[in-house]
């Protein structure tokens, strides 16, 4: 994520582009070892789990067994994918998640109503996600308004190329302005408002992945969508089911886009009660939790 963001000061004088960056060469040098130093403990292992010959459904092992003609380095490139496009973007998903539904006790008593109406006292689980519509509307309402990445990283016309009726001529670099689009009120209706029920609109499908432009679209759509959605609506189930949320005094709506990704200016802070009572005999041992 710092790589990406990392400026070159040579990209705003291009002529001068024969001049050595050392600085920021060594950098991105360093993160990239690092990373590379990861993927090869992770891969190593899933093959040590193969020879031993313990069962294992993962993506690696996927990798391993049905993708013969990936090189290593391949390999290592499509994993890694997986991990930085799933990894802070949706923990920044879940806290404004939390934090919209500790502002607003009725959609959250919605919320938990629908999780209670389709798992009842079992633990929420991902195949029953699709059974909680309010819940998809929640994490797609909450990507519209808090993109987790506000402008996507520079992508390079190889072409000219015509986009939105502008001409772009080979060899420019492209940002898009993810956040511009979800907080056009010529898309959305008051789009300042977190609002979920908007996806139950006709012209809005909560089940489409693509809707808000969080994911990307096309041929370079996020790899690791589908699973971002899972693992950050499985979180904010479980929470809301297990919990009670409301807001510590105090709390205000900041957002840090200083990184790639839209963090808060200060970490959530939040009571929290129990909705279900724990192994106590006594109520008076389990009083509301400040996290």
């Known amino acids: 994520m710092g790589g990406a963001i990392d400026v070159d000061w040579r990209d705003f004088f291009p002529y001068l582009k024969w001049i050595p960056n ?8 360093k993160l990239y070892s690092r ?23 993962s993506y690696v092992d996927y990798l391993l067994s049905e993708a013969k003609s990936v090189t290593e380095q391949q390999l290592s490139m499509l994993l890694w994918e997986t991990i930085i496009e799933t990894s802070d973007t949706t923990l920044v ?6 934090y919209e539904l500790a502002k607003d006790p009725t959609r959250q008593e919605l919320l938990f109503q629908d999780i209670q109406n389709v798992c009842g006292s079992k633990r929420m689980t991902e195949e029953q996600i699709y059974q909680i519509p309010y819940l998809t509307a ?10 987790p990445a506000p402008v996507v ?11 939105g009726g502008y001409f772009i001529p080979a060899g420019s670099e492209i940002a ?3 956040y511009g689009c979800n907080m056009d009120k010529k898309q959305w209706e008051n789009p300042n408002e977190w609002n979920p029920e908007r996806f139950f609109d006709s012209k809005y499908d909560a089940m489409d992945m693509y809707k808000t432009m969080a994911f990307g679209a096309g041929k370079r759509a996020c790899a690791g969508s589908l699973q971002a959605m899972l693992i950050a609506c499985t979180a904010i189930g479980r929470l809301v089911q297990e919990f009670e949320w409301r807001l510590r005094d105090g709390e205000e709506e900041n957002v840090d886009t200083v990184g790639l990704t839209t963090h808060k200016l200060h970490p959530l802070h939040v009571i929290i009660s129990p909705r279900v009572r724990p192994l106590f005999s006594s109520p008076q041992l389990s009083p509301p939790l400040e996290a």
């Open 93 to 98: 998903t879940t806290e404004w998640a939390m």
């Open 35 to 57: 990373r590379q130093a990861v993927m090869n403990a992770l891969i190593t292992e899933e093959k040590k789990r193969i020879v031993s010959g313990e069962e294992r459904n």
């Open 153 to 163: 990283p520079l992508r390079y016309a190889h072409e000219d190329t015509e986009l």
């Open 176 to 178: 898009i302005n993810i």
């Open 138 to 147: 929640v994490f797609h309402e909450t990507l519209r308004k808090y993109s």
């Open 22 to 29: 050392t600085s920021l060469e060594m950098r991105i040098q």
